[in-house]
């Protein structure tokens, strides 16, 4: 009995040493390239998104001392300047589409989206005089694609927009007293995430209002945003509104695309449990075989051990090709498939299907499907173990283990 014990120990080892090496690769094939293709998906659909809020300049005119030497003497003159001063927008209507759409490449998921935006902005002229103001929009992404762009000053489309470093300036003159809005249109898409941006240090928001419709229903915000003020659900997602009247805040509004489960992560991650797996099957198994006294020699352990690394293992690169829920199904069956067919020669078919198989399906299936379960899969094997435990307890309760290690009869 003891030896058969430190055979299936020095099995189990081995088995496990293969399971941390193509845990490793795996890991290796899905990040080494990661860099070029996430850079190859920015490139073809656009990165992050971080749509800025305008900024609405005031022309001031000043009076400035300037001192000019002439011949030896100093001489002071004034000079009229203009400065432009940041001045609070007097509201902002924003409407805000985002249509995910999921792409692959190598073993990876990537969250890209389209966004149709519209944003109407207030500007009014608080003093009692006409003045100039400058508006100044920047565009969310240098490097992106913004098609069908318009610019409105009230119901007049600007023509010649010239966007330089990134931005576009529109002169405004206003009287005393006097509103125009702005209205900004365009089509776009990004990665990952979209954000609204206030501005860089604390800024003050004046009559805001964001409304976002998803055609996705799992949505969440990413780390220093603000949480919708509502959020509605709609048969194909969420309309999320954000209304403030006076809001001071260094915080920014961002919504994060939801991501798919990547094959190559989760391949990873079951392959790196696969021990605790085959852990719980041998030991079950051992208690089983004991209990109705069927021989089983460390060598067919050696084999069921290799038919549960080849679950692994073929999952591992067919997830690269074909959809990874139907690379686990069949990776599934053709584990068991190997050890039952193995089994039924070594110990019969009844005990083939129902003691292997079952163990089998549990311990390696159930247990792998576990990590699709976001969340839960802690609590998933966690459980599967004190069943086992509780099992093998109740089996074992009266056996005379002390008979059972001296080998006698």
Same mark, same amino acid.
């Given at each position: 009995?003891? $030896?058969?014990?430190?055979?299936?120990?020095?099995?189990?080892?081995?088995?496990?040493?293969?399971?941390?090496?193509?845990?490793?690769?795996?890991?290796?094939?899905?990040?080494?390239?990661?860099?070029?293709?996430?850079?190859?998906?920015?490139?073809?659909?656009?990165?992050?998104?971080?749509?800025?809020?305008?900024?609405?300049?005031?022309?001031?005119?000043?009076?400035?001392?300037?001192?000019?030497?002439?011949?030896?003497?100093?001489?002071?003159?004034?000079?009229?300047?203009?400065?432009?001063?940041?001045?609070?927008?007097?509201?902002?209507?924003?409407?805000?589409?985002?249509?995910?759409? *999921?792409?692959? $490449?190598?073993?990876?998921?990537?969250?890209?989206?389209?966004?149709?935006?519209?944003?109407?902005?207030?500007?009014?002229? *608080?003093?009692?005089?006409?003045?100039?103001?400058?508006?100044?929009?920047?565009?969310?992404?240098?490097?992106?694609?913004? %098609?069908?762009?318009?610019?409105?000053?009230?119901?007049?489309?600007?023509? %010649?927009?010239?966007?330089?470093?990134?931005?576009?300036?529109?002169?405004?003159?206003?009287?005393?007293?006097?509103?125009?809005?702005?209205?900004? /249109?365009?089509?776009?898409?990004?990665?990952?995430?979209?954000?609204?941006?206030?501005?860089?240090?604390?800024? *003050?928001?004046?009559?805001?209002?964001?409304?976002?419709?998803? %055609?996705?229903?799992?949505?969440?915000?990413?780390?220093?945003?603000?949480?919708?003020?509502?959020?509605?659900?709609?048969?194909?997602?969420?309309?999320?509104?954000?209304?403030?009247?006076?809001?001071?805040?260094?915080?920014?509004?961002?919504?994060?695309?939801?991501?798919?489960?990547?094959?190559?992560?989760?391949?990873?991650?079951? /392959?790196?449990?696969?021990?605790?797996?085959?852990?719980?099957?041998?030991?079950?198994?051992?208690?089983? /075989?004991?209990? $109705?006294?069927?021989?089983?020699?460390?060598?067919?352990?050696?084999?069921?051990?290799?038919?549960?690394?080849?679950?692994?293992?073929?999952?591992?690169?067919?997830?690269?090709?074909?959809?990874?829920?139907?690379?686990?199904?069949?990776?599934?069956?053709?584990?068991?498939?190997?050890?039952?067919?193995?089994?039924?020669?070594?110990?019969?078919?009844?005990?083939?299907?129902?003691?292997?198989?079952?163990?089998?399906?549990?311990?390696?299936?159930?247990?792998?499907?576990?990590?699709?379960?976001?969340?839960?899969?802690?609590?998933?094997? /966690?459980?599967?173990?004190?069943?086992?435990?509780?099992?093998?307890?109740?089996?074992?309760?009266?056996? %005379?283990?002390?008979?059972?290690?001296?080998?006698?009869?």
């Amino acid at each position: 009995m003891l $030896k058969r014990i430190i055979a299936m120990t020095f099995i189990f080892i081995c088995t496990s040493f293969a399971w941390i090496i193509l845990g490793t690769i795996t890991n290796i094939r899905t990040y080494k390239y990661d860099g070029n293709l996430k850079k190859a998906v920015g490139q073809l659909w656009g990165s992050v998104q971080k749509q800025g809020a305008p900024l609405l300049l005031k022309e001031v005119k000043k009076e400035k001392e300037v001192k000019t030497i002439e011949d030896g003497k100093t001489k002071e003159e004034i000079e009229i300047v203009t400065e432009n001063l940041p001045v609070n927008l007097n509201g902002s209507n924003i409407n805000v589409k985002l249509n995910l759409d *999921q792409r692959k $490449k190598g073993l990876l998921w990537y969250s890209v989206y389209r966004v149709q935006f519209e944003g109407k902005y207030k500007v009014k002229n *608080q003093s009692l005089e006409e003045e100039k103001y400058l508006f100044e929009y920047t565009f969310p992404s240098p490097g992106g694609i913004y %098609d069908n762009f318009t610019m409105k000053i009230d119901e007049t489309q600007i023509e %010649d927009l010239k966007p330089v470093d990134g931005k576009i300036a529109k002169k405004i003159p206003l009287k005393a007293g006097e509103e125009k809005i702005v209205t900004i /249109t365009y089509r776009s898409q990004g990665m990952d995430e979209w954000w609204y941006v206030f501005g860089k240090d604390v800024s *003050q928001i004046k009559n805001f209002s964001l409304t976002i419709e998803t %055609d996705f229903e799992k949505i969440d915000f990413p780390e220093n945003s603000i949480s919708p003020t509502t959020k509605t659900k709609t048969p194909s997602g969420w309309n999320l509104n954000w209304n403030y009247l006076n809001l001071l805040s260094g915080i920014q509004i961002g919504i994060k695309m939801p991501q798919k489960i990547n094959p190559g992560q989760f391949v990873s991650k079951v /392959t790196y449990f696969a021990p605790v797996s085959l852990f719980l099957f041998m030991f079950l198994m051992f208690i089983i /075989t004991a209990v $109705k006294k069927i021989n089983i020699h460390p060598m067919n352990y050696f084999f069921i051990a290799c038919s549960f690394f080849s679950f692994h293992l073929l999952m591992a690169y067919l997830a690269d090709l074909i959809s990874l829920h139907l690379a686990f199904a069949i990776s599934s069956i053709v584990s068991i498939f190997l050890v039952i067919s193995y089994m039924r020669i070594i110990a019969g078919i009844r005990f083939a299907l129902i003691e292997t198989g079952i163990s089998q399906f549990v311990y390696l299936v159930l247990f792998s499907y576990a990590f699709f379960l976001e969340g839960y899969t802690g609590l998933a094997i /966690t459980i599967a173990c004190i069943v086992t435990l509780f099992v093998v307890m109740q089996v074992t309760a009266k056996i %005379d283990w002390e008979k059972q290690f001296s080998g006698t009869k």
